[in-house]
């Protein structure tokens, strides 16, 4: 079936402007992460939902980011006051449950200028 | 705290010959280990995982990784390399307790010669 898929794939913003991103985890997973990929670097974990609710938000660089999951399938990662510092590739896994295998999407690349 | 440091950023082989990717960990419990491959464009693939069952590890491709609890590391290698298999690798460590907050290496990019 269809994998993780990511919205939109690239996304340039300005400094200080609001982004939001979207993951759309493979059918019937219940579990959904966010991670980071900064260049150079692998990727840092950012939030991990079980259904609608965020299971762990710990690993989520400050207030402006944030992330929703409202019907415990897509989820929507995002970022207010965008800082240069943001700009990254954010990539989104999905899985059967906690322990299992986490399928990654393509990410999107975001840029901010 | 767990961490992973892959200890070569980029490894460069002739096709056909054996690949050597090296991972160390530190954990203070036991982890869970995986090796994931990143192709240009595309999504992270799971390689293989290791979970505490047989400590030699056999994933997809023909690529294996041994897990040594004494020396701390979980090298990957293949025998013989494709020109496919040129893509960047992450070695990946889990709590058992926390699993599914996986921690990445930095990555190591294996370059494939004809």
């Known amino acids: 079936g269809a994998g993780v898929s990511q919205t939109p794939s690239n996304k340039v913003t300005e400094k200080g402007k609001y982004v939001e991103l979207r993951c759309d985890p493979i059918?019937?997973?219940?579990?959904l992460y966010w991670y980071r990929q900064s260049l150079g670097q692998g990727p840092e974990f950012l939030i991990y939902?079980?259904?609608?609710?965020?299971?762990?938000d710990s690993g989520l660089p400050n207030d402006r980011f944030f992330a929703v999951r409202p019907e415990g399938s897509v989820s929507t990662l995002k970022i207010q006051r965008t800082e240069r510092g943001d700009s990254a590739v954010y990539l989104c896994?999905?899985?059967?449950?906690?322990?299992?295998?986490?399928?990654f999407g393509p990410g999107t690349r975001l840029l901010v200028l | 705290a767990q961490s992973v440091t892959q200890l070569d950023s980029h490894v460069s082989v002739s096709e056909g010959t054996p690949v050597l990717l090296r991972c160390n960990y530190s954990?203070?419990?036991?982890?869970?280990l995986f090796w994931y491959v990143q192709h240009p464009n595309k999504g992270l693939q799971l390689l293989l995982k290791?979970?505490?069952?047989?400590?030699l590890v056999k994933g997809i491709n023909g690529f294996e990784a041994e897990f040594k609890k004494s020396e701390t590391s979980f090298h990957l290698t293949k025998p013989s390399a494709h020109m496919s298999d040129a893509a960047e690798y992450f070695c990946?460590?889990?709590?058992?307790?926390?699993?599914?907050?996986?921690?990445f290496g930095a990555g190591t990019t294996v370059t494939v010669r004809a």
């Open positions: 059918s019937g997973h219940t579990a």
């Open positions: 896994a999905s899985s059967d449950g906690q322990r299992e295998t986490q399928y």
């Open positions: 939902f079980q259904g609608t609710g965020a299971a762990d």
């Open positions: 290791y979970t505490s069952a047989a400590t």
């Open positions: 990946v460590v889990s709590l058992r307790s926390n699993d599914y907050k996986l921690s």
């Open positions: 954990s203070s419990y036991s982890p869970s």
